[in-house]
Each structure stands twice: as structure tokens, then as C-alpha cells.
């Protein structure tokens, strides 16, 4: 695998990315206005009720408040991550016909939608800081672990789905039902959301180290499989050249 190639591929989609301003807002906003959403809207009373008993502890929302401000950067990454790999598939014939590989091409793509996941932490770990008392390192942590593990999910989807209406579909049901159950070992963010939910001071049933170790084990299984499912979708087809088949036809009707 060549850097050079890796670090080109990563430039030009990064440039591509960066004239569709308005699909990168959305990706950006859509996000940021379901939590806010959830933050800003009026409480349940009976967990109202709960609270008012219970002073000293945190609200049962509190964890589905987070999650939604966590998981917003993982939907975001994830569709990114579709997006630019399968718009890429008209010219993913010619770059391999130009040498490119196919695992470089996919690491280029990487690098592209992790560079915006770095831009994205920031902003997400800022907003829900200003709205809330957390724990800013174990938050951005956790939303820069999100972020790792959407570009797995993008990576899988895209290699599974044909078209991008397919991917954007399986990205809302993956993340919805995530969301839907969180606490589970074996769902791919469940080491991130537990980042999560202590930087917001909720109990969680991981270490840190565990939760770091099963969202880099979870998205490297994640890549592995897409990468290679993605690697026989698009390998180089052998195309006979018009002027062989010609000759060939000329051959077999002169015998």
C-alpha cells in the first residue's frame, strides 16, 4: 500500500466533500436538532415525579438525552462514509486501471471521513457541554470512539447495499436500534455509549480501558468485513478490447 496514493485519494474526495455544503450542513444539523430536541423539550411528569423524590439522582432521561447527543456523530460519520464510497463506483474501474488498489482507494475514503468525524467531535462535545454538566475528556472521548465505530458501520453498509436510498435506510435502522437498547455487550457502540454515559455522571457497567478496547475490536472486525466484501464488488473487470474482438470475429469467419 502506497501513502502517497492513500493521501491523494483522502484529497480529492476530502475536495469533493467540501463544494457539497449543503448536504454537509445537513449531515451536520440534522443531528444537532434532535438533541437539541430531546434536551430542550418538555419533561415527562412522572419522571418529573421520580426526580422531585430522588434529588440526589440523576434523571432517568438523562441517558437517552446523551445517547442522542452522542449517537448524532456516528449517523452523521456513517452516512458520510456511504456516500463517499458509493458515489465513488463510476471511476473506481480507472483508478484501478491506473494502478490504484482497492485497499487504498477504501483507506483514502477512511481518512476522508475521519478527518470530518475530527471536525465534528469538537462541535458535538462543545454543544452538549454547554447543556449540561459533564465530563468534557470522557465525553469527547467517547464521541471520537462514535465516530470510529460509524465509519465500520459505513464501511459494512456500503459494501452490502447496491444503491445510497438502501444505505441511508440500513444507517437510520442500525442506529435506531441501538439506541433502543443500549447496555448490550454485544452491539458495536455499547463501549462507546458506556463513555458516554459516565461522562454524564450516570453509572456504567465497563472500565474505561474495556469500553476503549471493544470499539477498536468492533470497528477493526467491522472494516475487515467490509473491506472485503467491498474488494470483491469492485474488482477489475477483464474487458476485451473492441479491436480484439474484431479480429477474432474476422478470423473465425474467414476459417
Known amino acids: 500500500m502506497s501513502l502517497r496514493r492513500v493521501a491523494a485519494v483522502a484529497t480529492m474526495h476530502a ?19 434532535l438533541y437539541l430536541a430531546a434536551e430542550l423539550g418538555p419533561e415527562d411528569p412522572a419522571t418529573a415525579q421520580l426526580q422531585a423524590q430522588n434529588p440526589g439522582e440523576p434523571s432517568a432521561d438523562s441517558a437517552w438525552i446523551l445517547t442522542t447527543g452522542g449517537i448524532g456523530p456516528l449517523w452523521s460519520v456513517a ?56 465530563d468534557v475528556g470522557l465525553l469527547a472521548a467517547s464521541i471520537g470512539l462514535l465516530v470510529i465505530v460509524a465509519v465500520g458501520h459505513g464501511v459494512v453498509i456500503a459494501a452490502l447495499v447496491r444503491d445510497e436510498m438502501e444505505g441511508v435506510l440500513a444507517i437510520i435502522g442500525v442506529t435506531g436500534v441501538q439506541m433502543m437498547i443500549v447496555g448490550q455487550a454485544w452491539l458495536p457502540m455499547w463501549g462507546a455509549t458506556e463513555l458516554l ?30 473491506a472485503v466484501a467491498w474488494a470483491r464488488k469492485v474488482r477489475l473487470r477483464h474487458v476485451t478490447p473492441v479491436g480484439a474482438m474484431a479480429d477474432s470475429r474476422t478470423s473465425g469467419s474467414s476459417a
Open 15 to 33: 475536495r469533493d466533500l467540501s463544494r457539497r455544503r449543503v448536504a454537509l450542513a445537513l449531515l451536520i444539523l440534522l443531528p444537532i436538532v
Open 79 to 134: 452516512t458520510a462514509t456511504l456516500f463517499v464510497i458509493l458515489g465513488s463506483r463510476r471511476v473506481d474501474q480507472r483508478l484501478l486501471l491506473a494502478g490504484f488498489r482497492s485497499t487504498e482507494l477504501l483507506a483514502g475514503r477512511m481518512g476522508t471521513v475521519l478527518g470530518l468525524g475530527a471536525i465534528i467531535t469538537p462541535l458535538f462535545t462543545a454543544l452538549i457541554w454547554m447543556m449540561r454538566e459533564v
Open 197 to 226: 454515559l459516565r461522562a454524564g455522571g450516570l453509572s456504567g457497567t465497563a472500565e474505561p480501558v474495556t469500553a476503549v478496547l471493544h470499539a477498536f475490536g468492533y470497528t477493526a472486525a467491522l472494516v475487515g468485513v467490509g
